[in-house]
């Protein structure tokens, strides 16, 4: 199973990224797809999930920012990210989940200058 993120970057506060999160080795479809982040020195957050029917979930701080997606036909998922702050900056995580398994990507790198 591989999840690989990609998108991340450097970008000023107020700008937007679109991170994503291709899969291979699973059936897509039937997972429960997230991001999670992690700054220096703290934990690792949820930021959003989609489920297999596509009922989504938002941590709170991103609501009304953040938008996640999927694409079963491409077993990809994506997280458009609106209106950054330099608090968003953090190692961002693609994870999928069925039951007792789990799996995570490598992470990507978001960056926002104040």
């Known amino acids: 199973v591989q999840l690989v993120e990609s998108g991340g970057g450097l970008v000023q506060a107020g700008g937007s990224l679109r991170l994503s999160c291709a899969a291979s080795?699973?059936?897509?479809?039937?997972?429960?797809m997230g991001w999670y982040r992690q700054a220096p020195g703290k934990q690792r957050e949820l930021v959003a999930a989609?489920?297999?029917?596509?009922?989504?979930n938002y941590a709170d701080s991103m609501k009304g920012r953040f938008i996640i997606s999927r694409d079963n036909a491409k077993g990809t998922v994506y997280l458009q990210m609106n209106s950054l702050k330099p608090e968003d900056t953090a190692v961002y995580y693609c994870?999928?989940?069925?039951?007792?398994?789990?799996?995570w990507g490598q992470g990507t790198q978001v960056t926002v200058s104040s």
């Open positions: 994870n999928g989940r069925r039951y007792e398994r789990n799996y």
């Open positions: 989609i489920t297999s029917g596509s009922s989504t």
């Open positions: 080795g699973v059936i897509f479809s039937i997972y429960t």
